[in-house]
């Protein structure tokens, strides 16, 4: 197992994390609101974006692909009246590490939905839908972060889950690995 250092908390390691935090924050909040053309800003042109259909590369490939699956999920989740289900995600705790221009992020996820039954008083009530697990890289470009890679890991479904070992201390070794000063 490769040895791994503690990341460095400097002012620059708080400035980057605040970056990175509110990409991952504003990521969820263009994905949600089906703004695609600011949801396609966070990414490197050579984007590897991982999700339970697949694998896609690239920023074109990207937005064909979210923009089809966005609509398949709205004909999915669907409210007791057959409407369209609003769909919120949540992002939990993070786990982010930074070497220079190049980041790692761990972050725990899930998504809660109006389609639960409804209460007693008549109200659409939510139901926590999905959950899982983001695997970030990232890339500084221009003075800005960028995702570059992101896995995303739904661990309700076989195949797509996290596996056993911590992924945080997974990441550690991942980024010791891709840092030249190692």
Not at 64 to 78: C, H, L, M, N
Not at 98 to 114: H, I, P, S, T
């Amino acid at each position: 197992m490769p040895e791994t250092r503690p990341q460095a908390y400097t002012p620059q390691y708080a400035a980057d994390r605040a970056e990175i935090e509110d990409l991952m924050a504003r990521y969820l909040f263009a994905l949600d609101y089906n703004d695609i053309d600011t949801f396609m800003t966070m990414f490197t042109e050579d984007i590897e974006f991982e999700f339970a259909p697949g694998t896609v590369h690239g920023k074109d490939a990207l937005r064909e692909t979210v923009t089809g699956f966005k609509k398949r999920i709205g004909a999915i989740y669907v409210d007791e009246e057959g409407k369209p289900a609003v769909l919120r995600h949540v992002l939990a705790h993070t786990a982010i590490r930074v070497e220079g221009n190049q980041a790692w992020a761990r972050g725990m996820w899930f998504e809660m939905a109006d389609d639960g039954p409804r209460a007693e008083n008549g109200r659409k009530s939510p139901k926590m839908g999905t959950y899982g697990i983001y695997e970030d890289e990232l890339r500084k470009q221009d003075g800005r972060w960028l995702f570059s890679k992101r896995r995303v890991l739904n661990e309700f479904l076989d195949g797509r889950h996290s596996g056993p070992d911590n992924p945080v201390a997974a990441m550690d070794r991942q980024a010791m690995q891709g840092d030249p000063s190692r």
